[in-house]
């Protein structure tokens, strides 16, 4: 009976196939998912309402997006009298550090001294006011802040260390 299939689709199918189990019994013994730490929402929402406060405090608009290292929004804020330019640049910001895991002040540096134009070219926003969010070396998030170019930098900042402390890393 096997010769029967030896020259036929079926025989090459059941060959593939034991071929496909022998492979498969290799790569078993290997781990077949990983485990990633990210920013969960509960985070995301307490970075938004502590930079929201401290803008509130200075009497100053800000817009603040948080989001997850893959770019996905988590939560935003926009105050009022945002306008509509500075809800976009707060999230592309967020987003922008996320994808290069750098703050995006340095990608503003490297731009504008042609070291590397490739964040243009992506459509990235490389401006300052967006960081990476790293603990224990991981980027887990990252948060963007725009509408004042004076508390950008400093209302980010001051959300995510109000979260995850002072010494949690964002370059």
């Given at each position: 009976?096997?010769?029967?299939y030896?020259?036929?689709?079926?025989?090459?199918?059941?060959?593939?196939?034991?071929?496909?189990?022998?492979?498969?019994?290799?790569?078993?013994?290997?781990?077949?998912?990983?485990?990633?730490?990210?920013?969960?929402?509960?985070?995301?929402?307490?970075?938004?309402?502590?930079?929201?406060?401290?803008?509130?405090?200075?009497?100053?608009?800000?817009?603040?997006?948080?989001?997850?290292?893959?770019g996905?929004l988590?939560?935003?804020?926009?105050?009022?009298?945002?306008?509509?330019?500075?809800?976009?640049?707060?999230?592309?910001?967020?987003?922008?550090?996320a994808?290069?895991?750098?703050?995006?002040?340095?990608?503003?540096?490297?731009?504008?001294?042609?070291?590397?134009?490739?964040?243009?070219?992506?459509?990235?926003?490389?401006q300052?006011?967006?960081?990476?969010?790293?603990?224990?070396?991981?980027?887990?998030?990252?948060?963007?802040?725009g509408?004042?170019?004076s508390?950008?930098?400093?209302?980010?900042?001051?959300?995510?260390?109000?979260?995850?402390?002072?010494?949690?890393?964002?370059?």
């Amino acid at each position: 009976m096997k010769e029967e299939y030896a020259g036929s689709i079926f025989g090459a199918c059941h060959s593939f196939f034991r071929r496909d189990q022998l492979l498969h019994r290799t790569v078993s013994a290997q781990s077949l998912t990983t485990q990633k730490t990210e920013i969960s929402n509960y985070a995301a929402k307490e970075i938004v309402a502590a930079c929201a406060a401290l803008a509130e405090a200075e009497n100053m608009s800000v817009e603040i997006a948080v989001v997850d290292p893959h770019g996905n929004l988590l939560a935003f804020q926009a105050m009022d009298g945002a306008t509509e330019a500075a809800i976009l640049t707060a999230q592309l910001k967020a987003k922008t550090a996320a994808r290069w895991r750098r703050p995006t002040d340095v990608l503003f540096e490297r731009v504008n001294s042609h070291l590397n134009r490739a964040p243009e070219w992506a459509g990235d926003f490389p401006q300052g006011g967006g960081f990476p969010i790293v603990v224990n070396g991981t980027v887990i998030g990252a948060a963007g802040g725009g509408g004042d170019h004076s508390l950008d930098d400093q209302c980010t900042l001051h959300g995510i260390r109000a979260v995850f402390g002072q010494d949690v890393v964002v370059e």
